[in-house]
């Protein structure tokens, strides 16, 4: 991250307003925090910052130096020691792809990238997928270390980095008595905490994908974080409306649509609604049934545009 791109603001006035943005994790993260002074509003944000900064330099694969590229480059060919950061997060990955039946699945890196690209023939993705999933990483607790036992396996974290940095945050607030903030990542990845300076809890309104600036519908978070994925018009293969990639499917195509998933944990949040947006409808029963204190809306568009929204563990 290049903190000369931070730009922050600060009113002195009756709530105490701090807002701060800059560039990270691929897009602008935004931070608001009220009811501070402006020395601990800008101290908080410099703390998370680093912390940011720091976990990206370790979890992103676009990074040569990042020791996720490392086990990407060398793990196919011998088992590669990793810190102890580094193999927590690999458990938890592999704990939540087995409690999502493999719907979350970080090792479909090389065949995701390429699908994007159009470097290879959609008809052959859902060979390349048998030679994915977290069951053909080995993880040795003693040594903490991973191999992969294929080729076709390569780590991507996705949205899960800023899920993990979003519950680091989280602990890094409550950590300096702030008890009233809203984080963003590009406005798809959120962390609510505490109250908005006029009103209870946060609300967070999700965005029709072909009307920008027109809400659809609206969450009302209090301590949680919300997570959207989906596909529309900048999503695109070839020229073509971007399909999603099934973990054991292969490609299907959903039109454009969009999954948000409100979680009390950010990377719940972050592992559903990826997983949900690739599932079927019994997988998405069958999903949240393992969430149950998870919440989540689904909005499909007809061929005229006109948004259809399904809730799930909503009344």
């Not at 994790?25 to 703390?47: N, Y």
């Not at 939540?96 to 995701?112: A, C, E, P, Q, R």
């Not at 944990?265 to 149950?292: R, Y």
Request: proline share 3%.
């Amino acid at each position: 991250m290049d903190m000369k791109s931070s730009e922050s603001a600060y009113y002195s006035g009756e709530h105490g307003l701090y807002h701060n943005h800059c560039q990270s994790m691929g897009t602008r993260l935004d931070v608001i925090m009220h009811g501070l002074e402006e020395e601990k509003a800008e101290q908080a944000f410099e703390i998370i910052y680093a912390g940011i900064s720091d976990l990206e330099d370790k979890l992103s694969h676009f990074d040569p130096n990042s020791p996720i590229s490392m086990i990407n480059r060398i793990a196919a060919k011998k088992p590669v020691t990793v810190g102890e950061e580094i193999y927590a997060v690999l458990e938890l990955c592999m704990e939540y792809y087995n409690k999502t039946s493999g719907l979350f699945d970080i090792s479909m890196g090389k065949v995701t990238s390429e699908n994007k690209s159009g470097r290879i023939e959609s008809s052959i993705i859902s060979e390349l997928l048998q030679h994915t999933g977290m069951d053909k990483l080995s993880l040795d607790p003693a040594e903490k270390s991973v191999k992969f036992l294929n080729d076709q396996v390569e780590i991507d974290l996705g949205g899960f980095g800023k899920g993990f940095a979003l519950d680091g945050i989280k602990t890094q607030l409550a950590s300096m008595e702030i008890t009233d903030a809203f984080i963003s990542f590009g406005d798809s990845s959120i962390l609510a905490i505490g109250n908005h300076p006029h009103g209870k809890g946060w609300k967070s309104g999700i965005s029709h994908l072909l009307k920008p600036g027109e809400s659809i519908f609206d969450f009302d978070l209090a301590d949680e974080s919300l997570s959207t994925s989906g596909t529309g018009p900048n999503n695109t293969r070839g020229g073509q409306n971007a399909h999603v990639l099934h973990p054991r499917k292969g490609l299907i195509d959903p039109g454009f649509q969009h999954v948000s998933a409100v979680s009390k944990l950010a990377i719940e949040a972050e592992i559903l609604s990826t997983a949900l947006l690739a599932a079927s409808e019994e997988e998405k029963i069958s999903l949240l049934a393992k969430f149950p204190d998870c919440r989540a809306v689904e909005i499909k568009y007809n061929e005229t545009g006109m948004p259809q929204v399904q809730k799930y563990n909503i009344e």
